[in-house]
Every structure is written in C-alpha cells, then in structure tokens.
C-alpha cells in the first residue's frame, strides 16, 4: 500500500511517528508537496500513480487544490478538501455547528479590522479565516483595539463574547474516532500567565461525545475541537482539521491505522468512491 502525506512540514512529530507504524506494517510512504501541482499524479498507472490514500496535513490554497484534483481523479484524502476548507471560515464553521445544534459560540462576521464597530467589551477578536499564526485575541478596552489595528488593520475578523474561564483550554483532539485530550494555558487569559504546556486531562463521556458529534457534523476524521473551560461549559469556540495532536500516546497509531483502513477500503468497489462529507 501507498500512503501520501500532503505536508508543508513532513518532519512533523506525529507524522514522523506514523509514517515509522506505516513502514513497519509494509506500506510505502511517500510527501506529495502541496505546492507542487497536480502533475505530480497523472491518471494512469506507473510511477505517480494515485496513492491509496492521502493524509491532508497541509492546509494552504495549494494544497488544497491539490487535494481536490487528487479527490477528482478517484483517490481517498483525509480529511476532504471541502471539509479542511469550511474549517478555515469561521463564519461558516460557527453556523454549521449552530445548525446542527453543537454547543458553539456566538459567532460574528465584522469585517475588517479598522472598520470594526467593537461590541461591549470584553470581546474575543479572531481572523475570520483561520490559519497559521493568525489573530486571536482578547479586546478588554479601546486601547487594546487601537493596538490590534495597528498591527492588523485589513484583517477580516469575527467577534465572539469573552466568556471567563478557568485560564486553561480544553483540547480534545479525535483520530478516527479515538478521542485525545489535554488543557493547555489560554492566551486570552494573560492574568494566568499565558499560554503553556498541555496538562493531563481525562474528558467527561458527555465531552468526549460532543467531540464525536462534531466529526459527524463536520465530515471530518481527524481534527481538534477547543473548548471553553468555565462555568459556561460546553462551547466549542474552535474547530481545526487534522491539527499537530502533540504529545499524545497512541495518536501516530490511531493515524496510521487510518491510513490503513482507508487504503484497505479502496480497493473495494462500494467503498473506493471519495464522500463529499468525509474524504471517504
């Protein structure tokens, strides 16, 4: 079998450890540059052919553009293109989620940055689209405001409420239907001393289904769900598909053996066709 890691970083640690399970169990695994055209897959047999399933790491417009020739063409990518995209709209992410009933935060479209019209303060201020070292951040006043625009002036952003919390974030992070959790320091709680190292946490069975239900909803196999962590719990306030799931015993193993069933799958013919929803 043939495993594909649509990577910008293929020395990732739990891409790293996966790969070393799949090897083990006798697959080839190959990176497939997200920047590097669909020309790297032609349609016919022989070197480059078509993977048995491709791991959707990467989440840049090439890649998933990549993603998506590789879904026309017949092949099996996890997660989806159109699911790894609608997470990275949280417009659209938080009105999903609220449709469906999840328990997500009031979500806001509110332009761009320097235009915004602040709500009542405190206010949590995110780029509308998330991705890499993007805004998040809590407003408390109108000098923290006039900070952000300085520095983020034509960022489109959504507005939530601040919700006080604990001063942790509840991670939960679900491979394949295994569900792995951890808090970590929130950095919109810099009175408790921002951002830190994940600590051990065991989830209720009542958290661990609502992340199940938040795969289901969003199509998704392999993805992070935050959490508020306070009295106001559960609210979901973020969804991110096929996140780094760091430190995490079990979860290179839970990720190759996704790579595995879904390869395996692919040679069936009720079960080679790509799903819309699920990359499947």
Not at 78 to 104: H, K, W, Y
Not at 223 to 251: Q, T
Request: charged share 25%; hydrophobic share 45%; net charge neutral.
């Amino acid at each position: 079998m043939r495993v594909g890691l649509i990577a910008r970083d293929p020395g990732h640690p739990v891409l790293v450890a996966a790969a070393e399970v799949l090897v083990r169990r006798g697959c080839e695994v190959e990176v497939v540059p997200p920047g590097g055209g669909v020309e790297v897959v032609p349609p016919g047999g022989g070197v480059g052919a078509l993977a048995d399933v491709y791991l959707l790491k990467a989440r840049t417009p090439q890649a998933l553009s990549l993603a998506r020739e590789l879904e026309r063409r017949g092949a099996v990518v996890v997660n989806s293109a159109a699911a790894t995209e609608l997470c990275q709209d949280r417009v659209r992410m938080a009105q999903l989620a609220r449709d469906a009933g999840l328990p997500f935060a009031a979500t806001v479209a509110a332009g761009r940055l320097g235009e915004l019209a602040p709500p009542a303060y405190p206010f949590v201020v995110k780029s509308r689209h998330s991705r890499r070292h993007d805004l998040v951040a809590r407003v408390d006043g109108a000098a923290r405001l006039r900070d952000l625009v300085e520095r983020w002036p034509q960022e489109e952003v959504v507005t939530q409420p601040y919700l006080p919390g604990s001063g942790w974030d509840q991670k939960l992070w679900v491979v394949d239907g295994r569900v792995f959790a951890a808090r970590r320091r929130s950095e919109l709680s810099p009175d408790e001393g921002g951002p830190g190292a994940a600590g051990e946490w065991e989830p209720s069975a009542g958290l661990a289904a609502l992340a199940l239900r938040v795969g289901e909803v969003f199509g998704l196999d392999v993805y992070g769900v935050d959490l508020l962590d306070g009295a106001a719990e559960p609210v979901i306030v973020d969804v991110n598909a096929f996140p780094g799931v760091r430190g995490r015993p079990g979860a290179p193993e839970a990720l190759a053996g996704l790579a595995l069933r879904l390869a395996a799958g692919r040679a069936a013919p009720e079960r080679g066709r790509v799903s819309a929803g699920r990359g499947r």
